[in-house]
């Protein structure tokens, strides 16, 4: 069984519709809403701010902490148990891996940057929007950071290598493979590379020479929506 | 050859090209890698000869030598208090920094400034490991006994204050309010309850409006109507 169409009609390299926002929670040092197709993440940052417990503190630099979650009626199946869990905490541990070495929390020893994000509606690539809104929730607090972090998810659904799968082709029958990738933008250095089911050697470099333009596309929202927060104040 | 990519006053994101080849310098929040400059931080590009700058548009507080700021006491010790700063570190304010006045040795050291109490004070000294030491014992820096403290981003502390006090003074005359902003971002508003609260809503209005311009012609139109309305 050969996947030649896609279930919703898009390309092969075609992203679902994105959006983005910086700024959404006035209470957060630096906030941003990403959505891309059905699914939708917030994030907040808080800090830097202090970090207890004590021995934690890093007196060479400041410490990123990654806070992951789904919200109970978010998926399309049973309600999600709120709260930490062991996917969380894995996802959680793979967003601070993908956009600590971007950041340079050098002037801030022993203190603590948090990040928040929250998944009121999902369809796939939950840690993917997760790392992208993230990235420009920092951009958003100031943070110094080399560069931006975006992410997208690549893979290959019954012999077709495609861009950005949504949960029914995740769940498509036949071999499957689901590869969520995180990139900076100037240099295409993978901060995140993961992977779910099968794929061929050919294919998996036909999927990660696909996420480098995906990622592309995701980089031009946030950027867009970095942007665009100080485009909208009216001159008079 | 070195070309410069960006415009001044132009808003660039983490990782953007500011400029390429070796004739340009990077200046704050900006780092070289081989031979081009980009910038590290979300703000406006500002260009001084050769040097490329970031102007932060937003991030946290940095402490430095000298800086006027704000704080709330939370602790007293053997030897002074211990302040917060609105940062992830605290400072200290050692007894012989707080007063000119003679302190005995077994002086209750509340009944000078007690823990919750606001001060201004400066700093005079900022370590490594961003240790802050605080001094009061220079005019102008003092214990807060009255008015009201609003908490506003402290990169906006300059549009605030404007150029050479231009914006802070406009509001003290126009609502007869006695101000004093911290560098941290806390500022200090005393005066009839009208006028700080009219202060109190120009200061944000500065604040949500910090990077455009003509901004004091715009606080200025602001501070008069709302002066009408009160009368």
């Not at chain 1, 006035?26 to 800090?47: L, Q």
């Not at chain 2, 050479?164 to 005393?190: A, D, R």
Request: neutral net charge.
């Amino acid at each position: 069984m050969s996947y030649k169409k896609r279930l919703d009609g898009r390309r092969v390299d075609e992203l679902r519709p994105m959006e983005a926002k910086a700024s959404v929670i006035p209470n957060a040092d630096g906030s941003a809403f990403f959505k891309i197709g059905k699914t939708t993440a917030y994030a907040a940052v808080y800090g830097p701010r202090e970090l207890f417990p004590k021995f934690l503190q890093d007196p060479q630099k400041g410490l990123l902490r990654c806070h992951y979650g789904m919200m109970p009626f978010s998926g399309s199946g049973e309600r999600i148990r709120p709260g930490n869990n062991r996917r969380s905490q894995e996802i959680s541990l793979v967003m601070t891996k993908a956009l600590e070495p971007m950041l340079d929390l050098s002037a801030f020893p022993n203190a603590v940057v948090d990040i928040f994000v929250d998944l009121p509606q999902t369809d796939a690539g939950t840690r993917c929007a997760a790392i992208s809104a993230a990235a420009i929730a920092l951009a958003d607090a100031g943070i110094p950071m080399k560069d931006m972090v975006s992410s997208v998810a690549v893979g290959q659904v019954a012999g077709t290598v495609v861009a950005d799968l949504m949960y029914d082709e995740e769940a498509y029958e036949g071999i499957v493979s689901d590869i969520p990738v995180a990139m900076t933008h100037n240099t295409k250095e993978i901060t995140l590379l993961q992977m779910d089911g099968e794929i061929s050697k050919e294919d998996l470099v036909q999927a990660l020479e696909l996420a480098r333009s995906a990622t592309e596309k995701v980089y031009e929202v946030q950027k867009q929506a970095l942007k665009e927060k100080f485009k909208g104040v009216p001159e008079a | 050859m070195s070309t410069i990519v960006v415009k001044e006053k132009d808003i660039v994101i983490p990782g953007e090209v500011l400029a390429e080849g070796l004739d340009y310098l990077p200046g704050d929040n900006t780092y070289r890698e081989a031979d081009t400059i980009y910038s590290k931080v979300l703000g406006l590009v500002s260009i001084l000869g050769r040097v490329v700058k970031i102007t932060a548009l937003a991030g946290p507080y940095v402490p430095k030598t000298g800086d006027k700021i704000i704080g709330k006491v939370t602790d007293i010790t053997m030897n002074g208090w211990r302040v917060e700063t609105e940062t992830a570190y605290s400072a200290m304010l050692n007894v012989k920094d707080a007063t000119t006045r003679f302190i005995r040795k077994e002086e209750n050291l509340s009944e000078l400034i007690a823990i919750g109490d606001y001060i201004v004070a400066k700093i005079v000294q900022v370590t490594s490991q961003n240790l802050i030491d605080l001094a009061m014992r220079e005019p102008g820096l003092h214990r807060i006994t009255s008015g009201r403290i609003i908490k506003i981003n402290s990169q906006k502390v300059p549009r605030v204050i404007g150029k050479q006090g231009s914006m802070i003074s406009l509001i003290k005359s126009k609502t007869n309010c006695e101000i004093t902003v911290g560098q941290n971002g806390l500022v200090w508003l005393h005066g009839a309850p009208a006028g700080e609260w009219l202060a109190e809503k120009a200061v944000h209005l500065i604040e949500a409006k910090a990077h455009t311009e003509g901004l004091t012609d715009k606080v200025q139109q602001f501070l008069e109507e709302n002066q009408k309305n009160e009368l």
